[in-house]
Structures are given as C-alpha cells and as structure tokens.
C-alpha cells in the first residue's frame, strides 16, 4: 500500500513536470512570434510616420504654390486616348502595329 502511494506520486510529479516543460517551450515560441510581429509593427508605425510628414510637407499650401510657379511655364498638352492603354497587353499589341521608318544611308543609296 506504501509503494502504490509513492508510485501514483511520483507519476503525477513526472507528468506535470512533463506537461510544464511542454507548456513552457509553447510559450517561447509564441514570444518569439510576438516579438517579430511587434517589431514589424513598430516598422510599419515609422513608416506611416515618415509618410504623413512628407504628405504634410509636400501638401502644404506654400509648397504647393512653389511648384505651380516653377511648373507653370511648361505648356501641358492632354494625351491622346490612343496613348492610353489599360493593360500590357494591349500596349504590346500596340506597338507590334507601329511601323518605324529605318534611316537610309545617303551613301548606299548613290553608289546603287
């Protein structure tokens, strides 16, 4: 009866120092995940960050009114709708219809 009782408590001692172990190598992992997805956040914070202070800058209204200044002597023509092209596709197939007119040589053409 003695060795039953040490035996069961000893079985249970192994099994939740078993089962500590496990949980405590589940909990390592997932602080290690954390730790990458924190850091990535704190990546994508400074971005955002970095981001709406160029928007503030380049939006306001003194720089803006710069650039109309120094933008305002080039003479904008709209484009053509033939020049737009809504996929890669159609601008391939596009060019394959353009014909290019090659140079001739003045000096070929007057020894012929």
């Known amino acids: 009866m003695h060795k039953v009782k040490i035996i069961i408590s000893v079985l249970i001692f192994a099994s939740l120092l078993s089962i500590t172990s496990v949980i405590k190598t589940q909990t390592r992992i997932i602080e290690k995940k954390i730790s990458k997805i924190d850091a990535r956040v704190s990546f994508i914070k400074k971005d955002l960050h970095e981001t709406q202070l160029d928007h503030s800058y380049l939006s306001s209204p003194s720089h ?3 650039k ?4 305002g002597f080039i003479e904008y023509l709209p484009m053509d709708f033939s020049r737009i092209y809504l996929s890669y596709f159609d601008f391939s197939n596009a060019q394959k219809k353009i ?9 070929k053409t007057k020894k012929k």
Not at 68 to 71: N, Q
């Open 68 to 71: 109309i200044i120094e933008l």
């Open 99 to 107: 014909t290019t007119l090659k140079k001739i040589d003045d000096k």
């Open 64 to 66: 803006l009114s710069k």
